[in-house]
């Protein structure tokens, strides 16, 4: 199966012509790696929870219709692969700074780039007292700017969930966050 | 207080008509506390868009590929298990819960069932006494007439593709109505239907194994025929889940290969007690 997955053959359903699964992975790694740090707050889990999309992706390409967008698809495998860890309770919480490498943003002051250190510590540890659930849709509409019908595809819920889930997921981050509270 | 709840919720997701938003301003000028926490709720919004996330090397992206494409190998290397050691494996999970003194027992009954094997036929019984051993043997084993044998197996295999189509039915990436969910409930409850009347047919036979299977079956087939919607992940998982814990397709396997095994010597033995009018 992967000796063939490289091949290239042209799939109207993912746009780029010609298709090879290499192209796939480099095309939307950034967007599934970024949503899977945003879910699980931490690299290690971040790296794990991405390449099990991309399989998950690669074993499903023959059931994929089309008929949503790849992006929007590889969403829904995201966060339902996620909200299944968690009730398995198999992701480890480390605290973002103890397991991050990262390089500092290109266009960071030094001042400027500990305090954007310290605000994402400060948000990931407030995104931590978020069910699942909530976590996911916050992420999805509030870190991937997707419309509400998105999300609630993503979720396989109704819109006014999505909503409900949003308004519990802001309350419990303005009580953790409340060092940010506007004057 | 409620119906503002309800109005502040639509006001964070941007989907507040004009009048309503001037309803809730209203109220808000009103109730300087929730005013607060909803001034508070918003600067949670604008502290999220300006929380950029930690970036990642060129060299991780470089490299990501080849990491993904590796993890593949390797789970592809995994799943060429045969199914014996699969199944070696589930037998082990099995018995590892169980306390050291129960292996202990089991040694000293495998023993003992030596010994008496042994005993039982060491000696060279004539051929009349040999036709009601065997006999007795596949009687005590498997005490079914055919007909009964090939319904039980009909209903084992019916059983074993009904649960291998929602094993093998990934919740996360295939889409929901590929599950076909409303064919597999029919069948589901058909063959609740058959596990009702074949525990019946098979209390005679003293297959208490087998009919414990059908129980455990039935089990699961009630969970399928109660699903309310293909995208219910979370109630497929637990069926799913079910399966796994109850090692039932094992015990399918198991159960169908014994019959099996019984069958010839069954058939053997009933003409030879034809033959001797025992």
């Known amino acids: 199966m992967l000796a063939t997955t490289n091949k290239p053959v042209i799939d109207t359903r993912f746009r780029e012509k010609p298709f090879t699964f290499r192209a796939f ?12 740090l945003d ?22 390409l023959d059931s994929f219709r089309g008929d949503a967008s790849v992006k929007s698809w590889l969403y829904r495998i995201a966060v339902n692969t996620y909200l299944n860890k968690r009730r398995k309770k198999a992701l480890a919480f480390m605290t973002l700074q103890d397991d991050f490498d990262l390089e500092h943003s290109a266009y960071a002051q030094p001042d400027a780039g500990a305090e954007a250190e310290r605000m994402r510590h400060h948000m990931a540890e407030a995104m931590k007292k978020l069910s699942p659930k909530e976590r996911s849709a916050f992420v999805l509409r509030y870190r991937q700017d997707l419309p509400i019908k998105e999300v609630a595809a993503a979720l396989n819920v109704a819109d006014g969930t999505v909503k409900s889930l949003l308004f519990r997921a802001v309350k419990k981050l303005r009580k953790t966050l409340v060092m940010y509270k506007p004057e | 207080m409620k119906n503002y709840e309800a ?50 090397s060129e060299e991780y992206w470089d490299g990501y590929y080849d990491r993904l494409v590796d993890r593949m190998a390797r789970e592809a290397r995994k799943a060429q ?86 094993v093998h039915f990934d919740t996360e990436a295939a889409e929901p109505a590929t599950l076909n969910l409303d064919r597999k409930q029919a069948i589901a409850s058909d063959l609740i ?46 069926v799913k889940r079910g399966v796994d814990e109850r090692g039932i397709l094992l015990k399918i396997n198991l159960t169908k290969m014994r019959m099996e095994e019984v069958q010839p010597n069954k058939d053997a033995a009933a003409s030879d007690a034809e033959h001797f009018s025992i």
């Open chain 1, 25 to 36: 992975v480099e095309t939307h790694q950034r967007t599934v790696y970024y949503l899977a």
């Open chain 2, 81 to 166: 298990t045969s199914w014996w050691e699969a199944s070696w494996a589930k037998l082990q999970t099995w018995l590892m819960p169980l306390p050291t003194w129960s292996y202990q027992l089991a040694v000293a009954v495998v023993l003992i069932a030596a010994g008496i094997a042994i005993g039982r036929y060491s000696t060279a019984p004539s051929d009349v006494e040999s036709a009601v051993v065997t006999q007795g043997v596949t009687s005590d084993a498997v005490a079914m007439p055919v007909a009964l044998q090939e319904r039980t197996t009909r209903y084992l295999e019916r059983s074993t593709v009904l649960l291998l189509g929602l």
């Open chain 2, 193 to 238: 239907q058959e596990a009702s009347l074949l525990r019946e047919d098979l209390e005679p036979t003293q297959q208490e194994q087998l009919r414990k299977l059908i129980s455990d079956l039935e089990v699961i087939l009630l969970q399928i025929a109660n699903l309310e919607a293909e995208h219910d992940v979370p109630a497929i998982e637990l």
């Open chain 2, 7 to 56: 109005l502040m919720r639509e006001a964070l997701v941007g989907d507040l008509s004009p009048e309503d938003r001037a309803r809730l301003d209203a109220y808000l000028a009103e109730n300087l506390t929730e005013a607060q926490t909803f001034r508070e709720m918003q600067g949670v919004l604008s502290l999220t868009s300006t929380v950029e996330p930690a970036t990642q």
């Open chain 1, 39 to 60: 879910l699980t707050g931490n690299h290690h889990d971040a790296e794990d929870l991405s390449q099990e999309v991309f399989i998950k992706a690669h074993r499903a």
